[in-house]
């Protein structure tokens, strides 16, 4: 491809210079020509890797003395996308860290004795989707579910959105931990989730990416966080909601991943048709996929990915941005067919094998670049990934680079054909029993029959689609060859499939169909 | 205060508390001394909820080794508002530590609860002030951007705090009109956030900005926030993209149009090319196409071109993503 700077137009300024260095600087770490070549120093970031996990994180990690749970998921997902398994042992005490971390009052806090937060919440639950297990010393059944939704419904705010702590910020980052959390724990109730597909929709921007908060006050006639709590009422409609803050890859994937999960809930609770029902919010999920296509960089960045117009390509929004990707393509239904393209212009750019990446990629971002935009540009030479050259690694760089290029490897997609297997083998009483063990007490309680069924529907809707998501046969591509392979991970979760099947079947107290059960055997 | 607390007889009376008691921690972090020390007494503080000066003292002291510590920034707006502590006196002290850690969310949703509490017109436009000193540093931080926008929306008063955006605004793209985070307040100013002061005439305020974004694409076509913008106020307005099909032609071209020729002959509404511009410009381009696209008929053959030759020629890496607006185009036609 060509390696034209980006144009400038004869007008620089400060944006156009600090990008014209930084394409030097990843200029120089181009793949070589033979792209057989490249390699993922496994071996080093494995090492990398387990080194923060025994040695523990030198002191410029102070900075993340109220984000502990994050290193540990950052770590030990990195394992799981790298193939590494855990010994018993380190299970343990991982265990043991994280209850820890677990607050009186429920969630999980950034280290012992720290207030609950939701991120810090969502980090620790992956966390135990990897390390833990039902039963004694599993961790699984220490986890105060019960007061984690209390936890959860005393962040509430009137206008859909939560604060991410007492006394905290509103934030979609911190929407998408509780989502993710409640959907693992089977948590959700349409209590906890009134008015949030309308928060989220307020936080797309005109430029179609998402940003972290929107402004209730006009519409709510209050946006003090400290005395606003509690369900939605009616509000003005005709009232704006603005979104604060530009478009960014963060807050998009947050938002993105939210309103996929929360599909189920529209589904059931909303309607199109108008009577009793709200009527169906929305976002515009064209735009939306035309943001993260315009964020990934030219051939001259290495097709890495940036988080905001104008600024620099990064490995983390390799996930955030390129992981979101396929998240565009399933609301917009692209991921379900597979209709012929017209490929005619295809015989003319045909020059270096392009055709067979053609064939098998259905994906709408350029997967081989960034592969080769994180394995040239962000691996270290002394382990681990990061941001870009010459950066050192670190922790949370390491995990999103890879998750990224996992992204960037699998096809990832809802699949109509399991969650309909996963919804064949629905036991409803499991399922209610489990979600109900989380109270005698005050959590919510359907007010009727009907609200009872609704309920359960929502709990079988939620499951099966989370569940749904595998990889597409034929579709995973390795720059470098098939030695560069790491673990496909769960485009809404960011865990692997095994653990995200894992603690969902057990929280829904089900027993789904093996994923493998209708393929042919191998042997 | 002394080095370390636990040297200090002033703390003889709090019961430091270790982070871990029975447990050997995966993943630990090195901390210094100070910092070990610090937090130890501060659990043994948050554990008997108390609020006093000396753990004003505290926090301060964890914040500035660890900004991120929101438990600590609780337990200090708490401490702060139960000693009655003058709010703005707080502010003035945190301006230091906002400067320092401008990329803490912590910092700014701390001013936020100050400035929530002081309910204070005045308080809210020194405030704006502020953020400008912290802004020429930092042109594009993110949250001292949407903290802006919301310290606006928050005590909405046109002439002292609106009135002054948009000149701001055109200070800052003055200066760099890439800055997305510039333009996207000129979007929360003029569009998202209801009806400014003499912007009542919908028409006239939609020509203004119309004209003020094809000044700046013509000063850089290539500049991507720019073209966002003028998308953004389209949609938002119900406007055709294709009352904008004259101005787009002049920048899908590959040569700009040679000056000179009608130099008296003045289009305002279709501000040229610079002469430096590098063209065609890719978003004018898909700009282009979907004028077309819209338009069906003939005119999407004209799109698919277009889409084409971005796909194999012009943008090639987002050529999967021009082949499915191919797709997606000749499925509904
Ligand atoms: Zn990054």
């Not at chain 1, 390696?3 to 030097?24: A, C």
């Not at chain 1, 057989?36 to 080093?44: G, M």
């Not at chain 1, 990832?412 to 036991?427: D, F, L, N, Q, Y």
Request: one cysteine or more.
């Amino acid at each position: 491809m060509l390696n034209h700077p980006t144009p400038t137009d004869g007008y620089e300024t400060y944006t156009s210079r600090l990008q014209k260095e930084t394409e030097e600087l990843i200029k120089k770490h181009r793949p070589p020509h033979d792209t057989a070549q490249i390699e993922l120093q496994k071996k080093l970031h494995f090492e990398f890797l387990l080194r923060n996990l025994r040695q523990g994180f030198p002191e410029r990690y102070t900075s993340q003395d109220a984000s502990q749970p994050w290193l540990i998921y950052w770590t030990l997902h990195g394992f799981s996308i790298l193939g590494v398994g855990l010994d018993d042992q380190t299970k343990k005490r991982t265990i043991d860290t994280l209850l820890a971390m677990q607050h009186p009052e429920g969630g999980f806090a950034g280290g012992p004795g720290q207030t609950a937060h939701l991120l810090p919440t969502y980090a620790a639950v992956c966390s135990f989707a990897v390390v833990g297990r039902p039963g004694d010393g599993g961790g699984w059944d220490a986890i105060d579910r019960k007061k984690m939704y209390d936890f959860f419904m005393s962040l509430k705010r009137r206008d859909g959105s939560f604060l991410v702590s007492h006394h905290g910020e509103v934030d979609v980052r911190g929407i998408y931990c509780l989502l993710a959390v409640a959907t693992l724990l089977n948590l959700l109730t349409p209590e906890l989730l009134a008015g949030v597909p309308e928060f989220l929709a307020t936080c797309q921007t005109y430029e179609g990416g998402f940003c972290n908060a929107s402004f209730p006050g006009w519409a709510f006639e209050a946006d003090d966080p400290e005395t606003e709590s509690g369900s939605p009422k009616t509000y003005d409609l005709s009232a704006p909601r603005p979104p604060l803050g530009e478009a960014h890859g963060g807050y998009t994937f947050c938002a993105a991943a939210s309103w996929v999960l929360l599909q189920p809930y529209i589904k059931l609770y909303y309607s199109s048709a108008g009577g009793s029902l709200p009527p169906v919010p929305s976002i515009n999920t064209r735009a939306l996929l035309r943001w993260c296509v315009q964020m990934q960089g030219l051939p001259i960045e290495l097709g890495g990915f940036k988080g905001r117009t104008n600024k620099l390509v990064d490995g983390c929004y390799s996930w955030w941005v390129g992981g979101c990707v396929v998240l565009a393509e399933t609301l917009l239904g692209v991921t379900a067919t597979h209709e012929a393209v017209p490929h005619e212009h295809h015989e003319e750019s045909d020059e270096d094998g392009q055709k067979s990446w053609d064939d098998a990629d259905d994906s709408l971002f350029n997967r081989k670049a960034l592969q080769e935009y994180i394995l040239c540009a962000g691996q270290h030479p002394a382990g681990g990934l990061r941001d870009k050259p010459p950066k050192p690694a670190d922790a949370y760089h390491t995990l999103y680079c890879t998750a990224g290029l996992s992204a960037a490897q699998h096809r990832v997609i809802p699949s109509e054909a399991r969650e309909k297997a996963v919804i064949s083998a629905w036991h409803s009483s499991q399922a209610h029993a489990k979600a109900e063990s989380r109270h005698p007490g005050t959590a919510y309680a359907p007010s009727s029959d009907a609200d009872r069924e609704m309920l359960d529907e929502l709990r079988k809707g939620i499951f099966a689609h989370a569940m749904s998501w595998s990889e597409e046969d034929g579709t995973a591509v390795y720059v470098g060859g098939a030695a560069n392979r790491v673990n496909a991970t769960h485009p809404l979760f960011n865990l692997t499939v095994t653990h995200s099947d894992g603690m969902l079947s057990y929280f829904y107290g089900q027993t789904p169909p093996s994923r493998y059960a209708n393929k042919p055997a191998t042997k | 205060m002394s080095e370390l607390l636990a040297d200090d007889p002033e703390w003889a009376d709090v019961v430091p508390i270790r982070q871990y008691e029975n447990v050997n921690p995966i993943a630990p972090i090195f901390y210094s001394e100070e910092y070990k020390d610090a937090t130890d007494y501060f659990r043994g503080v948050l554990k008997t909820g108390e609020m006093s000066p000396r753990v004003l003292q505290l926090t301060e002291r964890i914040i500035r080794m660890n900004p991120a510590h929101y438990t600590a920034w609780q337990h200090r707006y708490k401490t702060v508002i139960s000693l009655k502590i003058p709010l703005e006196e707080e502010l003035e002290l945190m301006n230091e530590i906002a400067t320092t850690f401008l990329k803490t969310y912590q910092v700014w949703h701390h001013r936020r609860l100050l400035l929530t509490a002081l309910t204070s017109i005045d308080a809210a436009a020194r405030e704006l002030e502020f953020l400008k000193t912290v802004l020429r540093a930092d042109a594009k931080n993110y949250h001292t951007w949407s903290f802006r926008q919301w310290i606006l929306a928050h005590f909405n008063d046109e002439e002292r705090l609106w009135a002054g955006e948009r000149a701001y605004i055109e200070d800052l793209l003055e200066q760099d009109v890439r800055n997305n985070s510039a333009w996207h307040h000129r979007f929360f100013v003029v569009f998202s956030s209801g009806i400014r002061l003499g912007d009542e005439d919908r028409d006239q305020m939609l020509r203004r900005e119309l004209s003020f974004v094809k000044e700046k694409i013509a000063l850089a076509p290539n500049n991507p926030s720019a073209w966002n913008y003028l998308r953004g106020a389209l949609e938002h307005t119900n406007t055709p993209f294709s009352t904008l099909t004259t101005f787009v032609e002049l920048y899908t071209t590959s040569q700009p149009p040679s000056r000179g020729r009608d130099e008296d002959v003045v289009d305002l509404d279709n501000p040229p090319p610079s002469a430096g511009a590098q063209l065609p410009a890719v978003a004018a381009l898909e700009f282009l196409a979907d004028i077309y696209e819209k338009e069906g008929g003939d005119a999407s053959a004209k799109a698919v071109e277009i889409w084409k030759s971005l796909a194999n020629e012009k943008d090639v890496i987002r050529k999967k993503y021009w082949e499915y607006r191919i797709r997606d185009a000749l499925s509904k036609a």
